[in-house]
């Protein structure tokens, strides 16, 4: 995948739907990984694409795996990255008198937690037993994402199942 852009890209001219355009457009996409580049650099309007990629099932499942080649692609650079890391430079004095090897413990971090959402922050694993103390459902909830009014029915939920007493919302309302 190119990192970089020229500013004067090779000129294209796709006016109209054909496999052709298609196909160059789908070999630029992967190369930048970027629709807003591809398209610049095809000089067409992005509208346009998005228009070919809603009325031709072959291009918009071409355009799917081109996505996924991206993806692959930034995922193996993260991966190499977090490591292998990344050789940069040392200066003293303006001159240049080594090099260090600098890894990523953030990125790693991410990358794992990609790869394994347990480790993802704000994901706590949540079981609701009956009322004969039987395990109804176990999910993992991001409750970070959740509001007051959707953790309190959660609750309402556990505690009609547990035969507990009602909620009452006017109660604990961090947001109230």
């Keep these: 995948?190119?990192?970089e852009q020229t500013d004067n890209p090779e000129p294209r001219q796709y006016r109209k739907y054909s496999e052709d355009a298609c196909q160059?457009?789908?070999d630029?996409?992967?190369e930048f990984g970027n629709v807003s580049a591809a398209a610049k650099a095809m000089h067409l309007n992005r509208a346009t694409l998005y228009?070919?990629?809603k009325d031709h099932e072959d291009f918009a499942a071409a355009w799917?795996?081109?996505e996924?080649?991206?993806t692959d692609s930034l995922l193996a650079e993260g991966i190499r990255r977090a490591r292998d890391g990344v050789t940069k430079p040392v200066y003293q004095?303006?001159?240049m008198v080594g090099e260090v090897q600098e890894y990523s413990d953030s990125l790693l971090k991410y990358m794992l937690q990609v790869r394994i959402p347990e480790l993802r922050p704000n994901r706590q694993s949540l079981e609701v037993s009956n009322k004969d103390d039987k395990p109804f459902k176990t999910e993992n909830v991001d409750l970070g994402s959740l509001t007051y009014d959707q953790i309190l029915d959660l609750?309402?939920?556990r505690a009609g199942l547990c035969g507990g007493d009602n909620i009452d919302p006017a109660e604990g309302n961090p947001e109230g």
Excluded: L, N
Aim: proline share 0%; charged share 25%.
């Design 1 to 3: 995948m190119v990192t």
């Design 64 to 66: 799917d795996e081109a």
């Design 28 to 30: 630029v996409f992967v």
């Design 68 to 70: 996924a080649q991206v």
């Design 93 to 95: 004095s303006g001159e």
């Design 51 to 53: 228009t070919w990629r």
């Design 155 to 157: 609750e309402r939920t």
């Design 24 to 26: 160059a457009f789908i």
